[in-house]
Each structure stands twice: as C-alpha cells, then as structure tokens.
C-alpha cells in the first residue's frame, strides 16, 4: 500500500521558541501560588533548563520583588522587550511597566490583551528558546483567568492549594476552571503542607494532614509534592532571594526540586506537540 508523505503541519505553538508553557493557578488568593510558582522556576533552572517565569497575576504582581528585580525591561526596536533576568531565570511581569503603587484596576478584556501582548512580545529566552514558561496566573477562577487560560497556549497548569483550601471548594474550582477550557492539569501542589519550627525543627501539621493526597486521589490527579510552611520561605521571598536560589542545600530547597521534578515527569508522560488549547482564539 502506497502512503503519502504528510504535508507539513503548521507549528501548534503559536509560541514555538518556548517548549512547554506550564501555568500555575489557585482556587483563591494567598495561598502561596507566586511563592510557588518562582521556586519552581528556579528549581527547574537548577537541573539546567532554560526557563522563563511570566507574571500574569494583574492584581497583585510580586515575581518582581521575589525576584528582586526593579526597573524597567529594555527595548531594542520599540516592537519587542528583553525579558529581566535573575538567578539564572528569565522574568516579564506588568509589575516592571507600572508604578510600584498603582492599583490594578482594569478590566477584563485589558488585562488579558496586556498580558497576551507581554506574552508574545517579549524576546524570551534569545536565540536558543525556553525549556519551560511558567505562567503565574492571577489567583481564582474569575473571567479573566478563564480568557487567559484560553489565549495563552498551555501545555498544562498546576493547581497550588493549601490544606484548608482542599477543605473547601476553591481548589476544586481551580480544578474545574482548567477542565472547562481542556487544559490537562499535571497536578496539584500543597503549600504549607506542615510548619517547620525555626528554633528547633520541630514538624506540626497545623492544619490537618493528608489533605492533598485525598484531593488527588479523588481527582485521579498526582499530588506533586507538599510544601512546607517555613519562616525562611517567606523572609527570602521578601529578601528577592527565594529559598532555591539563597539556600539550594535547604529542606525546603529540596522540596521545590522534588515537585519540580515530578512535574517533568508528569509533563514527559503527555503527548509532546504542546496544547494548542487558545489557538482560535489568537
Ligand atoms: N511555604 C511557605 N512558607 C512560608 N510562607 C509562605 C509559603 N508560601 C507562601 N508564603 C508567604 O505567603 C504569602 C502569600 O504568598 P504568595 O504571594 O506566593 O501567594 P499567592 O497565592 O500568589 O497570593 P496572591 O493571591 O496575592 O497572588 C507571602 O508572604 C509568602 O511569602
């Protein structure tokens, strides 16, 4: 039987210079989804990929000072803006295009066109491209998410949840937000799984145990990893050094590698051509 040769195929990504496009999203604010999302960055980073970290989150834009990065990103043609760099990670957020104090408060269709344009304009990663863009999204499951979800060609997103947010809806909302537009969710993280005393190291779980792992189960989903709810995390993120960077050697260093790490693996195990999921919509 004679076969045909297949016509070339249209790149999927209308983003082909980045690999994986991988988005970080909550059920709700506060639960630690930017703490997460730039450690994992830096921890895939570490094991020598070539990562970028956009900062999506419109109302409350942190990556810069996480990062401690200040300033404005460069232009070299007035089309296009170098992304910062910081601990050996690319970074764009709309942090670095306003002032420090100016309140976010635009509406949905000028976040997302802000975003998608910071997005595609942004010359990331230079010549040899991105292993990794980690998105993170603005906390809940509102319109804007949604739209930006859409527009934004993910590969997958991960759900940042703590114990008591698997108590109630919100994680679960998140959960459902990513299935409404067919994102695969690669899995879920728990932060602040247990505190770790700073004096003594003694570990409690303040607020309650297993939580995450029955979440996952009931979801099918693997639970990537939990975090630990630590002093150090909180100072070095402020500090604009996070735990990866400051202290690699670290528990919690160690941690955010782990989940890092498992990501990847929850990555390989899908279909390689990224998601094309807002394709249409570009
Ligand atoms: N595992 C942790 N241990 C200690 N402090 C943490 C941890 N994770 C996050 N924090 C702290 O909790 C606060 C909220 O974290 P973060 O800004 O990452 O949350 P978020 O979910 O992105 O919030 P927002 O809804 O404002 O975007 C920050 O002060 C951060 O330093």
């Known amino acids: 039987m004679h076969i045909k040769a297949r016509a070339p195929q249209p790149p999927l990504s209308p983003l082909p210079r980045i690999r994986n496009i991988i988005a970080v999203g909550s059920g709700k604010g506060g639960v630690g989804k930017s703490t997460t999302a730039v450690n994992l960055a830096l921890a895939l980073a570490a094991d020598g990929a070539r990562v970028g970290l956009l900062d999506a989150d419109v109302y409350g834009p942190s990556v810069p000072m996480m ?5 404005r990103p460069e232009s070299p043609d007035s089309k296009h803006i170098e992304p910062m760099r910081a601990h050996g990670i690319e970074a764009m957020s709309i942090g670095f295009l306003v002032e420090a104090d100016t309140p ?3 509406r949905g269709p000028m976040a997302t066109s802000a975003l998608t344009q910071l997005l595609h304009d942004t010359l990331w990663g230079g010549d040899a491209g991105l292993d990794y863009l980690l998105v993170d999204l603005p906390p809940g499951t509102g319109d804007i998410q949604l739209t930006l979800a859409q527009k934004i060609p993910v590969a997958g997103a991960v759900v940042v949840t703590t114990p008591q947010d698997v ?3 919100d994680a679960r909302k998140a959960l459902r937000m990513f ?3 067919s994102i695969p969710v ?4 728990e932060n602040m799984a247990q505190h770790v005393c700073s004096n003594c190291g003694h570990v409690e779980h303040l607020f309650g145990e297993g939580g ?3 979440m996952a189960e009931q979801y ?8 630990p709810l630590e002093r150090s995390i909180r100072e070095q993120g402020d500090a604009g050094a996070p735990v990866v960077a400051a202290s690699p050697g670290s528990p919690a260093a160690q941690a955010y590698v782990a989940v890092a790490r498992r ?3 929850e990555l390989e195990k899908r279909p390689r051509a990224p998601v094309s999921i807002g394709a249409s919509l570009l």
Not at 67 to 71: D, E, F, I, P, T
């Open 186 to 189: 690669l899995g879920l993280v």
């Open 104 to 106: 976010m408060i635009w």
């Open 67 to 71: 990062l401690g990065l200040s300033g």
């Open 167 to 169: 108590a109630t809806l």
């Open 212 to 214: 995450g792992q029955r």
């Open 220 to 227: 099918g989903l693997p639970l990537l990893g939990s975090l």
């Open 263 to 265: 990501l990847v693996e």
């Open 179 to 181: 299935e409404k537009v």
